[in-house]
Each structure stands twice: as C-alpha cells, then as structure tokens.
C-alpha cells in the first residue's frame, strides 16, 4: 500500500466485497478477479487489450482507481442463476421443456429433429412461430398466448439463452394481505406494550389499536369513511390477521414468556444463513470459568471467559480470561466483572497470529499443523515458526448477547471504525449462539476440570474442599493455558459438524476446515500499526495546561521527545470539536496507566504522555489498584486529590508484597493482571539495518585487555601521549609512539575541569565508576589518603624528583607538601614508584 494511506481506507470500503469472477476497476481499465492465490490476484482485462495479470492484493486495492464494479447483466450468460431467480432447484425437467420450445421457436427446429413442423418453416416469420407455438400448447392445455412467447424468448436472449428465465418466478406472499401496514405496525406495539401485564382477549386489543390510529392518523378517520375502513380493518380480518402473525400466539403464553418475546430486537430470526467464508458470522459470548485464580492481593478471586467463534470453521478467532468479584458488602467496594476494555482487548486478538509461548508443547505450532502454513506465510510475514496452530480470523458480523460491556459506547466505537457488524442475539435464547454455548460446554469437559487448583466443579453443590488454600494460578497463567490447549487440542480435534461438501464421509477439525475454506476465499492480511492498536483504548477527553492534564486524578505530562508537539496543542486552545466543549480525546488502558496517548485529530498524530509520579512506582500496577488507595486515602480522612500520598502508599504496598514471607501452601501475591499488552509503542530503529551479510571468517581475534587499570595497554597503533604528559606509570612521555593507558581520556585536563566524554563514547556515568574502582584498587586496605593521592591529576602533569629517593619500607606516611599539592621532600619518588 503506498504510503501515506491508511491501512484498510480503500480496502474496507471497496474491497470487501472482491471475489473471484468480480469485476473491478484498476489503472483505468476494467478487469475480472479469475484466480486468487495468497496474496496474488490474477486480473484478466475484459477489453482484451493486454495480456492477464497477477499482482499482489495490497497493491491492487491500494490504487487510487480501484473500485468493485456491480455485476452486468452478462453475468448470466455463465450458465449461473441470474439475481432474484435462486430457489429453482429440482425443476431442471421444465427448464429443459422450455429451451426446447425458444429453440425452435428461434431457429424452426426443434433440437434434435432435421424437418421443420408445420408452422415452422423457412419462410415463416418470428410471430408466426409465435402464434404456432401458442396454438401447441393451447391443444396441450397450456394457456401462452403469442405475445407471452415473445416475451419470453426476448428475455431468454437477453439472458444469454440461459432456461432458468423461462421458469415463472414464485411468489412472495404478501405479509399482511391487503391490510395497511400501519395497521400491522400498531398491533405489534399493542402487544408488545401489553406483554408484562396480564392477559386481555384480542378485542381489547383491537380496541387499543384503534384508539392508536385515532391518536396519530385522526384527521383519515373524521374526513374519509372509506379511509378509515381502509386503515382499520373488519373484526374478523383483525381476527385473521393475528393470527398469521403470531400475536394470538403471544397473548395465549405466560407473562414471562410474552416479556421475553417483547424485549427481543425486531429482526429477521428463524432463517437460516449461508456462510461460506471464515469470519463471515461470529458468536461472542462470556460465562464464569469456575476455576479460581490469584488475584491482585494474593486472596483467591473468581474468573469469566470471554470468547468469540467463527461459524464457518468453529474456530475459536479470541478469547479473554478476566478477574471477576461480587460487591462486598461491608466495605461498599464496587464489584469486577468482564468490561468494555476486555472485549476489545480480545478483539485485538483476531488481527494477529499468536505466538508460541515458551514452555508450550511443539505441537502447538502452526508449522506442524494441517494449516497452510506454506500460503499463510507467502501472504503475512508474521507468520514464523513460532507461530501457534490457531487461524487468524478476522471477523465481519458479531452475535452477541445483550450484556453491558457490548452495548457499551466504547465497544460500538470500536466495532464501527474497524468495519464490524454486530448483531444482538435474543434475551434467555441461547439457541441464537449455539457454538458459542457449546464451546463452553466443551471448554469444562476437556480443559477446566484438568485443572487441579482452583477448579470448583460444575455446580456450588459439587464444588470440593480447600480449593482457596491450594497453591493457585495467576490469571496470566491461566491465559496462557487456555490458549496452548485452544492452538494444541481444540483446533486438531476433529468435529462431527464440520464436513466439507467434496468429501462428506471426512470429519473435519476446525484447522481442517479452514484450510479448506481459505483456499476458496483467500486471505486478506491486516496488520495494525501502534496508531491503530490505541484506538483499542479506552477514550478520554481532557483539557491540556501548562502543568499537563488530569485522569481520575493523575497528573499527566508529555515526554520530552513530544514537548514541541504538546506546545502546539496548547497553542491551539480549544479542540474545537462538536460536543466535547473544546476537550481533547486521550487514549490510556486502565491495566497500564503510567502511559497515554493525546491525540491531535488535526494533525492526525499522538503526543505520548507519562505519569507524573511514574519513577515512583516501579512494580506493575492498575487504575483499579490505584482507585483502591484512593478511597482508602478518603476513608482515613485524606483527599484522593492527593496523588503523592496514594503513589507512596501504592509503592509501599508492592514493597511490603515483594518482602514478606508468603502464607502456606500458597503462592504469594502475584503482580497484578494487566491484560494483553497490545503494540502501542512505535518500534525503534534498527542500527544495522540495510548493511550487508558479513563473512565471520574474516574476523580477528582482538587483544585481550590489560587486568589491572593502570598496566600498559599493549594495543598497537595508538596514538602517543602529547608532549610534556606523563604516561599511565608515571614515567615522562618521550613522544616516541609509546601507547598511552586506555584511561588516559577519562583524566581531567589541566583547568581542573570535570572529564570531558572521550572519543570512545564513555559517558559520565562510567568515567564516575571507573574513578571509584581505581580509588578502590589502589588502597584497598585504606592506609593512604585517597583525596591526596588523586590531588596531583587534578593541578596539572606530575612531574618526577629524581634528585633523592629512599628504599621502601614500613613507618609513617610521608608528608604532603602543600605548595605542590603532591608528597613532599624525598618520599615522591617513593609514590611514584606505586
């Protein structure tokens, strides 16, 4: 894709619908998709002006004219049932009839025969056969008058001489008969209103009915008499009316019942889908896991599984395991169950592969699975050989129940911008999601109850003993887990439901099956940038200052790579975005809160933001943890205002986690769950990227470094120490190429400045540390002063008194001699010498 476009601008919109035999339109000429393979589409020109191509998908859908054309009416002439004309099947006998009577009807023969039948000469025209044709099939007892032959024959031509035209389409019966759908539409709300109370008879409701379209069409009612028969029908086609639509039904069930069927959303449920394609229809569903878990504070806490299938091959596309808690009653401390942010974490899952994680069994991998994994990698590099046996899906229709977190703002906006459609499956109808409630079924039988610690079994009753004093597993574990036996078990374990349509006798496994289906559909690679991944944040609109911005409390401030960035934001003032009162949306996740992202909608980019207080906490920690100390803090009397009182309470309570002795036959308290980490950051630049592949045996073995700081290096080629320098053991430098001490550069110079960087790239920090193992080293009984020591290095080049010396031996420490800042008289020598 050129850059510069988004990913998935030209390709959503346009290239969802691009399928072999489409015609699209590409570099100002119009193709047909005939063959696709990976990532390469062969495109053959309908003009016939140029030879076939095969180009790559991204490249064809990134073209500034690619566009999917709307099947012509040629479409037909492939021997395939035209559009509106499905639902012919098993009238192949008639159809076969028919193009028999257009054949000779156009040609004067019939097919088969070699003389023409009276009527049917050379010298009769087309109304005449017409007309002999109608006379046939009127002795037969078929009524077709001329004119209808010429019809048919016009649209059989037309039709690219194909015999499914020539059959009489059926007909839709009409809902409602001839009642006004106004009408209809006020009965359905009638009931539906009724539906919690008690049961009435379907007079009373006709009277509501009518006092309904009273209300709102009264002016129909007062001027036309005929109008108003016409809008509200007779008592007995009422009757009959709700009858057929099944409200008489609804009146004759139980309260709850009707309340059930009133809630339901009004659409077309009962028939069943064609999916032809993975992804096409997903089901998204959460249940408890029923294994408890570590949580947070070290204490056992319950857990949901949030998963999402794919209809086509029962692939399990994601799934989410999350902490899950009840309200406590003493303390008021709000209850944790899955959220908005946990779904769309899960859906991140669904656009790349997962890898292999270490300690996984090797059969878990894609490589050694009956995926494609050959065509897989040709068409996504992400593909490797540590990637597990679980297909990426990604999906184009969610059924989803009617829970909170996916009605949720947050998850629709989500959805919406990666081009989802969702669906909402009916209350207490679980036959609406079938896979995804069997999947559950099948998650118990043949993973959780093979998880000795935590497991509680399938019901309270049946639930075992000492279950919270077991050693447990962390959520991040269990995670882990989960996944290794979805990429290990699941996906290789073949299937009664699944067959493919060319060899019905084989049980198929959900990877089996994909395999299958991808190869007709093919594959289409979405990977998501850092940008795209935040947008599976959580928003939230703030007003930027001078001091940074304010989340639940916490300061935040821009990095010092974005300061510029973050000025011009406040440059700008106010966002100026309808409804958000000139705010700023902010992307952050609530499992990783020492990070934001301020999105500058003008601009297009992000300015990265820190906690404030972030070098305080230095263990893993969560906006719910955070909140917990803040209303500690506020119960105590404190403000949860104060954000350096709550970080030091949050870094004192890691502390205290990390220090103290765990409790028995448990594990201590693990780091908090932080979700899946998504890819949020921008990937740094690889230094050796583009050099070329060096020969390792060219390479020569690099003198081995002195052991003693201050031993002559004995590397060749170095350059001399300057003249009237001092060498490293203190003899003079005589200028004669003597190789300096590797250290020399970390020495200050004669204006008693700090060391400057040398030109090695030594920084600071080091030049600090190897001054103090230098100090270390050369007194390391702490016999000779130190400072005194180092005192000439800091005035200025040493220079040796050769004029007296002394032998070595014990007594006391010479003298300093505070002129010349070194050892004073004849014990210089004696220093130099060390």
């Known amino acids: 894709m050129p850059k510069g476009r988004a990913a998935g601008t030209g390709e959503g919109r346009s290239a969802g619908s691009l399928s072999i035999g489409a015609r699209v339109r590409w570099q100002e000429r119009e193709w047909e998709v005939a063959a696709w393979q990976g990532a390469q589409v062969t495109l053959v020109p309908e003009d016939g002006g140029v030879v076939p191509q095969a180009v790559s998908y991204r490249w064809l859908v990134g073209g500034e004219d690619f566009a999917v054309l709307p099947a012509g009416p040629a479409s037909a002439a492939d021997g395939a049932l035209p559009r509106g004309w499905q639902g012919q099947e098993g009238r192949e006998g008639e159809a076969a009839l028919w193009q028999a009577r257009m054949v000779e009807i156009d040609t004067g023969l019939a097919p088969g025969r070699s003389e023409h039948e009276q009527g049917f000469g050379p010298g009769t025209t087309l109304a005449q056969r017409c007309a002999a044709m109608s006379a046939r099939l009127a002795a037969d007892g078929i009524r077709c008058s001329a004119h209808t032959l010429a019809d048919k024959r016009r649209k059989w031509k037309t039709a690219g001489e194909n015999p499914a035209v020539l059959l009489p389409r059926p007909r839709d019966k009409r809902p409602g008969g001839f009642t006004d759908p106004r009408c209809l539409a006020a009965m359905q709300e009638v009931v539906t209103r009724r539906a919690p109370a008690s049961d009435v008879t379907i007079d009373l409701i006709r009277e509501e009915v009518e006092d309904l379209l009273r209300s709102r069409y009264g002016d129909e009612f007062d001027s036309d008499p005929a109008a108003a028969a016409a809008l509200l029908p007779s008592r007995s086609v009422f009757y009959l009316r709700m009858k057929e639509s099944g409200l008489a039904n609804v009146l004759a069930q139980p309260t709850r019942a009707r309340a059930a069927l009133a809630c339901a959303p009004s659409l077309p449920y009962g ?281 639940n409390h916490r300061t935040y401030q821009p990095t010092r790579p974005d300061a510029g960035h973050y000025r011009a934001i406040l440059l700008l003032g106010s966002s100026k975005l309808p409804g958000r009162d000139g705010k700023w949306e902010c992307r952050f996740n609530p499992y990783r809160p020492e990070r934001v992202w301020l999105h500058d909608h003008t601009a297009g980019t992000w300015v990265t933001c820190d906690f404030r207080l972030r070098h305080l906490l230095t263990d893993p920690w969560t906006a719910d943890m955070w909140q917990e100390h803040a209303e500690q803090r506020q119960a105590a009397g404190g403000s949860e205002r104060d954000e350096e009182a709550i970080a030091l309470a949050l870094a004192r309570r890691e502390r205290r986690r990390r220090s103290r002795k765990p409790p028995p036959k448990r594990t201590g308290a693990e780091p908090p769950f932080q979700g899946l980490e998504l890819e949020t950051e921008q990937p740094a630049e690889d230094p050796y990227a583009g050099l070329e592949e060096f020969d390792l045996s060219t390479l020569r073995a690099y003198p081995a470094l002195p052991i003693s700081p201050l031993a002559p290096s004995s590397l060749p080629g170095l350059p001399a120490l300057p003249a009237g320098a001092d060498s490293a053991d203190g003899r003079p430098g005589v200028g004669h190429g003597q190789a300096p001490h590797p250290l020399t550069a970390l020495f200050p110079a004669d204006d008693g400045k700090e060391p400057s960087i040398s030109a090695a790239g030594a920084p600071r920090a080091d030049w600090e540390v190897i001054e103090a193992e230098l100090l270390d080293d050369l007194d390391p009984e702490g016999t000779e002063d130190t400072d005194n020591l180092w005192e000439p290095y800091h005035g200025g080049p040493r220079r040796p008194d050769t004029t007296s010396r002394q032998p070595a031996g014990p007594g006391p420490p010479p003298p300093l001699d505070p002129a010349s800042g070194g050892v004073a008289g004849p014990h210089r020598g004696k220093r130099e010498e060390r």
């Open 271 to 551: 028939g069943r889908e064609i999916i032809l394609r993975p992804g096409q229809v997903t089901q998204a569903d959460t249940t408890p896991l029923r294994i408890l878990a570590c949580g947070d504070d070290g204490r056992p806490t319950a857990t949901e599984m949030t998963a999402l299938i794919d209809v086509a091959s029962h692939s399990v596309c994601a799934l989410m395991i999350t902490p899950s808690r009840p309200q406590d009653a003493v303390t008021g401390r709000p209850g944790q169950a899955t959220r908005a942010i946990d779904l769309t974490l899960m859906l991140a899952q669904t656009f790349a592969p997962w890898p292999v994680m270490p300690g996984w069994d090797p059969l878990a991998a894609a490589a050694v699975s009956s995926l494609p994994f050959g065509a897989l990698r040709a068409a996504d590099e992400r593909f490797t050989k540590a990637t597990a046996a679980r297909p990426v899906i990604r999906p184009e229709l969610i059924v989803y129940d009617q829970g909170s977190p996916y009605v949720s703002e947050h998850f629709t906006s989500v959805c919406d911008r990666l081009r989802i459609a969702r669906r909402p499956a009916r209350k207490r109808t679980p036959s609406d999601k079938p896979l995804a409630e069997h999947f559950f079924i099948t998650l118990a039988h043949r993973f959780s109850q093979h998880i000795q610690h935590g497991w509680q079994g399938r019901s309270h009753r049946k639930r075992g003993r000492g279950i919270e004093r077991m050693p447990l597993y962390t959520i991040t574990e269990l995670q882990q887990m989960a996944q290794e036996w979805v990429a290990l078990d699941y996906q290789q374990t073949p299937d009664a439901g699944l067959r493919d349509p060319l060899r019905p006798g084989i049980v198929l496994s959900p990877n089996d099956m994909y395999a299958v289906q991808v190869a007709r559909s093919g594959y289409r690679a979405m990977p998501l940038s850092p940008a795209h991944n935040r947008m599976f944040l959580l928003p939230k609109w703030v007003t930027p200052g001078r001091n940074g911005f304010m989340i």
